[in-house]
């Protein structure tokens, strides 16, 4: 570990042990209740949401080999494991650690940097697009009666928007990338010169990734590869709230009602740090299901703690063994990749 890395580390545990002493004679909240939640879960329940959202691994590595077929032909399998070790270090160190996937999957095929930062972009943009189509569709199927409808609809319509948003983005940089950049970069530029010219760079290798798919069948099998992969994870943050048996504002929530939670979660997790980023999406979370569900505040807190173990956490295990393997040092190539 580097000085500076100890440093962040050092700061962060000061700045845990600082929140809980500020906020521990604010909040009632009995430590009790809480571990009694943790023994009665289904571990049934929270192993099939694990299961889930390792399956999302596969079909992560299968969209990428699809992504770069036209320049090179990659079996799924031989990307599984930069997936692993590339989510893994996210896990721990951050989004700071977003671009150690590109980087690794970039020099076990061969091909440049910049095309699979290129393919990262691209990436993100289908899952966007494909949690907003699940989350949308489900919001719309929430019966009237519940609680907080009103809510749910309002949410729906915005997403329902955001993905329409996406589709014409997408079309007209596939058309026209460089009059959408140059564009953005005269408008921002004048603002910041910088990031004005960062966002025309992403918007051109948005436009390069979306020129890799060069036919409808393969857009299609995108398409279908990334709505699959998001409704893995809706069906996993099911999974994890039903495992609480003993608490029924949670035991029975329908798929439609936990997408506010799941957009909750996925909010809280933007700007996620090491090591704070998993409290503060515990609390994300556990707000979530105290406002829209009435959840108590001990299940509330357990319930976002075991979904940060199933979406987030669970994969540790698996990508530590995998860098051992292939001899990749987390921190070493996280420091690497930012460089690239």
């Not at 890799?212 to 994890?240: C, H, N, P």
């Amino acid at each position: 570990m580097t000085k500076r890395s100890g440093m962040i580390w050092g700061l962060v545990g000061l700045l845990v042990v600082g929140v809980v002493v500020v906020f521990r004679g604010r909040i009632h909240f009995d430590w009790g209740l809480f571990r009694a939640q943790l023994r009665h879960v289904s571990w049934g329940h929270l192993g099939a949401g694990m299961g889930m959202i390792l399956g999302t691994y596969g079909l992560r590595a299968w969209r990428w080999a699809v992504f770069v077929s036209p320049a090179k032909r990659v079996a799924p399998w031989e990307l599984l494991g930069s997936m692993f070790i590339g989510f893994t270090a996210v896990a721990l160190f951050g989004r700071l650690a977003d671009l150690t996937r590109p980087y690794l999957i970039a020099k076990r095929t061969g091909l440049p940097v910049a095309s699979q930062v290129a393919v990262y972009t691209l990436e993100r943009m289908f899952d966007l697009g494909a949690a907003a189509v699940i989350f949308s569709a489900a919001l719309a199927f929430t019966p009237r009666d519940l609680p907080h409808h009103e809510v749910f609809v309002r949410t729906g319509e915005i997403s329902l928007a955001g993905t329409v948003l996406i589709a014409v983005f997408a079309a007209a940089v596939r058309v026209a990338g460089g009059t959408v950049a140059g564009f953005a970069r005269a408008v921002l530029g004048r603002l910041s010169k910088p990031v004005g010219e960062s966002i025309a760079t992403k918007i051109l290798g948005f436009r390069d990734g979306l020129k890799a798919i060069d036919s409808k069948r393969e857009f299609g099998l995108v398409v279908l590869i990334s709505l699959a992969m998001w409704g893995l994870i809706g069906g996993a943050y099911v999974q994890t709230v039903h495992a609480f048996v003993d608490t029924p504002e949670l035991a029975g929530l329908t798929f439609s009602r936990t997408m506010l939670l799941m957009g909750a979660s996925l909010g809280g997790s933007l700007l996620q740090l090491p090591i704070v980023g998993w409290f503060t999406q515990i609390a994300v979370t556990a707000t979530a299901m105290r406002t829209l569900y009435g959840a108590p505040v001990e299940a509330a807190t357990a319930c976002g703690a075991m979904l940060l173990l199933v979406t987030t956490l669970c994969i540790v295990p698996v990508g530590l063994v995998y860098s051992r393997v292939e001899r990749v040092g987390l921190e070493a190539v996280t420091e690497e990749s930012a460089k690239a």
